[in-house]
């Protein structure tokens, strides 16, 4: 059966432990609603528990354990449908005592009682999709008939003591502001670490009700401008759409060790023990280190409170100021946006000189484009970034893991067309399986051999 073995090397390769496909609800913005023909998917049914105890054996302590998400072509369900969801939780917690473990959940299913009993099975992490907080747009979003558990969610889990991360997808046009910031704030008053706020993606076969105006975005942004003076918790708008790698301080969880010592939204962070974060990633990784961090960070001086007592600014306004941090098992309370993995500074370079190339091209998505193109003009590497259109999925769809084999050539020709030539052809690992294979089964390696050019993937 195609779907366990996708579930085994979901385990082996991305410390997910699938459960099932199935889910209570419908939303109109599902992902899997809307694929174009060809797309490879598989449906899991509630796997029995004979299975789940071997998918353990595949499982790393060592690392989070994700419940409830999906990064292979398994359809991703509610976790909470699955009959035997406690007695698997605490399985999973008798085979690694202190692994934290990562639940995404609409929250429908949840009670008091089950809040409680999880609570006793952690250390958890829960992201709560509510989307929205009022029956209506429950209903219209997701055709939710039973509302209350979800719209008490957020509470029950508060009062159980699991940190959890809220997240809507926004479709503003569809259910109003209104029911958009509701939400949000329902979510930050109610003991959300961080709200996620979603734009929401559309395909060529979107129904016509799901294709938002392209100002959404900006509007969006001045939305959670606005919702953060009403709120210390971090609001994160994804996709990012960054201008640069700057490691700026997106958001400060409450009760936090950067929180206790007053780093805020906006400030730089310049050092950590006294090196230099190449981007957000970089930095919000050596923050996280257990243990005594010391960083160097820089704020804009800011009229009235807020600078720092003492510190002279720089003559552009800056001012820059050294914090001791004692970072636990929770890590900082720093956020970021996430910009780019800086593992991917050595492999790319690793890569580059295994083919002795002098003229790769690097095919990537039209969302991350940009910062990689910045990312990579750090290294002494001769190195041209295309922006690759979705053309397969189409509509607002701009992420790599989105796209096909038939993306990437169409990418390729068009720049042979432009007189490009090139000794090696990186492409997005996100867009591939395990075996290489994109989406409709494509392998990355046929651009290879159409190409007659190295091709690999990072
Ligand atoms: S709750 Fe999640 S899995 Fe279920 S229909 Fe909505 S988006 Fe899909």
């Known amino acids: 059966m195609e779907s366990l ?4 090397q979901t385990a082996a390769h991305y410390n997910i432990l699938p459960l099932t496909s199935g889910c209570n609800l419908r939303c109109l913005f599902c992902s899997h609603r809307q694929n174009p023909p060809g797309v490879e998917t598989w449906y899991l049914p509630p796997l029995k528990l004979d299975h789940i105890e071997t998918l353990l054996d595949f499982l790393d302590g060592s690392r989070k354990i994700v419940i409830g998400e999906s990064a292979t072509r398994l359809i991703e369900g509610e976790p909470l449908t699955h009959p035997d969801f406690l007695a698997i939780l605490t399985r999973v917690r008798q085979r690694f005592p202190g692994t934290r473990v990562e639940i995404t959940t609409n929250g429908t299913l949840l009670t008091p009682d089950l809040a409680r009993a999880m609570a006793d099975l952690g250390p958890l992490e829960i992201n709560l999709s509510l989307n929205s907080a009022s029956p209506e747009g429950r209903l219209k979003l997701m055709g939710d008939t039973k509302p209350a558990p979800a719209l008490e969610a957020p509470l029950t889990l508060h009062q159980a003591g699991i940190p959890y991360h809220g997240s809507l997808v926004a479709c503003p046009w569809l259910v109003g502001w209104q029911d958009v910031r509701e939400t949000v704030l329902h979510l930050a008053r109610s003991g959300a670490r961080t709200v996620r ?40 708008l994804e996709p990012p759409f960054l201008p640069n790698l700057i490691p700026v301080i997106e958001g400060v969880i409450p009760g936090t060790p950067a929180a206790a010592v007053g780093l805020q939204r906006g ?3 310049l050092e950590v023990d006294g090196r230099q974060p190449r981007c957000r990633v970089e930095a919000y990784r050596l923050a996280s280190v257990p243990g005594r961090r010391r ?45 780019f993995d800086p593992d991917l500074f050595i492999e790319v370079e690793k890569i580059c000189r295994r083919h002795g190339a002098g003229r790769a091209v690097v095919l990537t998505s039209q969302l991350a484009a940009m910062i990689v193109e910045q990312a990579l003009a750090a290294l002494p590497l001769s190195l041209h970034v295309v922006a690759t259109p979705s053309r397969f ?36 690992a996100i867009a591939f399986d395990y075996r290489g294979r994109d989406l409709v089964g494509e392998h990355y390696l046929d651009l290879a051999e159409l190409t007659n050019i190295p091709v690999e993937l990072i």
Not at 5 to 8: H, N, R, S, V
Not at 212 to 224: D, I, K, M, N
């Open 197 to 236: 706020i979603f734009l929401p993606g559309y395909t060529r076969l979107a129904p016509p009700e799901l294709r938002f105006p392209g100002e959404l975005r900006q509007q969006l942004a001045g939305e959670l401008e606005e919702l953060r003076s009403l709120t210390d918790i971090p609001l994160l």
């Open 5 to 8: 073995q996708l579930a085994f």
């Open 295 to 339: 960083l160097l960070i820089g704020r804009r001086q800011r009229p009235g409170p807020g600078g720092y007592a003492g510190t002279p600014a720089t003559r552009d306004g800056w001012q820059k100021n050294f914090f001791e941090l004692q970072i636990g098992e929770e890590g900082s309370g720093l956020t970021f946006t996430w910009d």
């Open 393 to 428: 999925f189409g509509g607002s769809i701009g992420c790599a893991g989105l796209l096909t084999l038939a993306d990437f050539r169409a990418a390729w020709q068009e720049q042979q067309g432009n007189g490009r030539s090139a000794d090696l052809i990186i492409l997005p």
């Open 267 to 269: 400030d730089l962070v």
